[in-house]
Structures are given as C-alpha cells and as structure tokens.
C-alpha cells in the first residue's frame, strides 16, 4: 500500500508543468553571431579570448529561450571588448553596456528635453556666439538640411564682421559629424580635416560646398555667404554633453590656428561605430576605430579642454555664462 502510494505521488509531481527552460537554439544563433561579429570587426578584438568568452555567454544564457531576456549576455559581451558606444537591438529592445554614467548636469538634460536647435547672437566685443546642435542620422536630404540651416546660421554672424566666435558644443551629443562639420565650413580648409582609423584610413575632406570621406560625397550646402573665415579666432565649448559625432566635430578643428576648446571634459564616446543587421529583428552597433585629427594624432579616450572651467552652464543666460565670459576673454586677446 504504502509503496502504491508513492508511485502515485511521484507520478503527479512528474505531470506538474515545470519552470525549468532550455536555451532556444534562435538564442544560441544570435549570441554565436554576435560573438563572430565582434571577433571580425570589434576594435578591441585582439584583447579578448574568443573561446572562454563564447563558452561563459552560452552558459550564462543556458536557460534563456526568449531573446528578450538577453539583455545580460550581451551586456556582458559589450563590456569584454569594453564597447560602450555599441548596443544590440532586438525587435523594441535595446541592450547596452554602460562603464559608467557621464556627470551630466541638469541644465544639459533640460535643454537636451526641449530639443537643442542651433542659436547665434552677438556679444560684447562684437564676438559671435554659435549653438551646435545633435544631428541625427537620416538620408543624404535630411543631413542637407541640416548643414544648411547650420551654415545659414554661420552666415548671419559671419556677414555681421564679428571678431571671434564662440562654438558651443555642450549640447552636442552626436548623430553625424559630416553636416555639422560642413555647417561651418568657412571657419575650416578645404581639404583634408581628419580621419577614420578602422582596419582602413578613411580621409575626411571639404571640396568646394561639399563633405567627402575619401571620394563620396555625403552631404553639401549652398551658402549665402562666401566669406573665408580660417584666421578667425574661435572657442568651442565643452562638457559631459559633447560626445560622439560632437567630439569628432572637434577633432576636425585639431591643429587649426587659433583654436582652443574652453570648458570639461567631453563624453569620451570617440568611436567610430557601424551598425550591422543579424537577421530581420536584430541589429547591433559595434565599435569598429577610433577618429584622427589633420596632423595624424588617433583620439582614444575623451577630449580634455585647452582651458578648464566648471561653473554652471547657463544655456537661457548666455551673456553671464561663465563658460561664455572667458571665452570672450581668449578671444579679445587674439584678435588680428
């Protein structure tokens, strides 16, 4: 009796559904790919030992049958090859690994909320002021459009005789470098600016009222000015909020004269990223080099400014923005 008992008990514990899962194999798919991908193209490829790194992701992942449950594995992937400027996306979800947050202040993120549009003004000593906004990414129409409004806006100062301008960054958090870089093209050579450092040398260029890496022509605008503004003094201010495509918008005035970036130490997302498609509902964004300024100087890490000043921004209050004030004062003392 006692033994018909048992079966029978142990026999219902058997029919109970259980919670235990088995890795899918579309999981296992997208971690061997992602893991392949990474050992091809990642920056950091060569730091890394492929084999130990698939066998913990696998293991960390071996209940997972939901690719939405992920989130984890890829972030531990991201963080082997130290890529904080990657991500991988699934479907609506996005996986990134962060090394740690960026001192951004809250004047930053209430500008970055009301949506950052370029401003310009006169300040005391007939010095012009200069907002740089994000740019995000779209079709070669729509970085047009944003390099013309830019350019525009530079058109405005530059046709008022201003003496020195201030470029302000601070809210440039990246999108595509080429539109704001040919949005000040008259502060800038024509020529060769800089460069992508992947596996190849990718060369930046301004050609007329075009933007070129190496040979393609990826935006261009028509100014309404065609003043040569190379020997004017210019400052560019920085901050936690100046990363991405924002800190190779500065590289691309390294080495031009009379040229200093005021202000802290920018984001230090100075990658350069390509984005890569898995399949139909996943992608990933990978960080494949790093950016050169004209005189061959590869920038790693974040951008340290030529002055450092740390006071409060003041974006609705420009003219007592410390920032602002001694910048004007730089400016006043190289003016030709």
């Not at 006692?2 to 026999?11: A, D, G, R, V, Y």
């Not at 992508?196 to 022509?217: A, H, P, Q, V």
């Not at 000015?225 to 495509?245: H, R």
């Not at 450092?308 to 400016?331: C, G, M, Q, R």
Request: a positive charge; hydrophobic letters at 40%; glycine letters at 8%.
């Amino acid at each position: 009796m006692k033994q018909t008992i048992f079966i029978f008990f142990l026999l219902s514990f058997l029919a109970k559904p259980t919670s235990i899962h088995a890795q899918s194999d579309e999981v296992k798919f997208l971690i061997d790919t992602t893991i392949s991908i990474m050992k091809n193209n990642a920056v950091n490829a060569n730091t890394v030992n492929w084999d130990t790194l698939r066998s913990n992701a696998l293991m960390q992942a071996k209940n997972i049958d939901n690719p939405y449950e992920l989130g984890s594995t890829m972030r531990y992937l991201y963080r082997s090859i130290n890529d904080f400027h990657g991500a991988f996306f699934w479907k609506d979800s996005t996986f990134q690994w962060r090394h740690g947050e960026s001192a951004i202040s809250d004047s930053i993120m209430n500008e970055w909320k009301k949506g950052v549009k370029s401003i310009t003004m006169v300040l005391d000593k007939n010095i012009g002021y200069l907002r740089i906004p994000s740019m995000p990414g779209g079709s070669k129409e729509d970085y047009d459009s944003k390099a013309q409004m830019l350019n525009d806006s530079l058109c405005i100062l530059l046709t008022k005789n201003i003496k020195g301008i201030i470029l302000d960054a601070r809210l440039d958090g990246g999108g595509a470098m080429f539109p704001m870089i040919l949005g000040v093209k008259q502060l800038l050579s024509q020529g060769f600016l800089g460069s992508f450092r992947t596996k190849k040398k990718e060369d930046w260029f301004i050609k007329s009222n075009g933007f070129f890496i190496d040979t393609t022509l990826l935006t261009e605008v028509k100014p309404k000015c065609e003043l040569n503004a190379q020997k004017i003094p210019v400052v560019i201010l920085v901050g936690p909020g100046t990363g991405s495509s924002g800190e190779f918008f500065l590289m691309a005035f390294k080495g031009r004269k009379n040229t200093i970036l005021l202000g802290s130490q920018t984001a230090g997302w100075v990658t350069v990223n390509t984005g890569i498609s898995i399949n139909d509902t996943a992608f990933m964004n990978l960080s494949i080099g790093y950016g050169a300024d004209r005189n061959g100087k590869i920038y790693k890490e974040a951008l340290e400014p030529d002055i450092k000043i740390t006071s409060v921004d003041k974006f609705n209050d420009i003219a007592n923005d410390e920032k602002v004030k001694a910048a004007i004062k730089w400016l006043e003392s190289h003016i030709q």
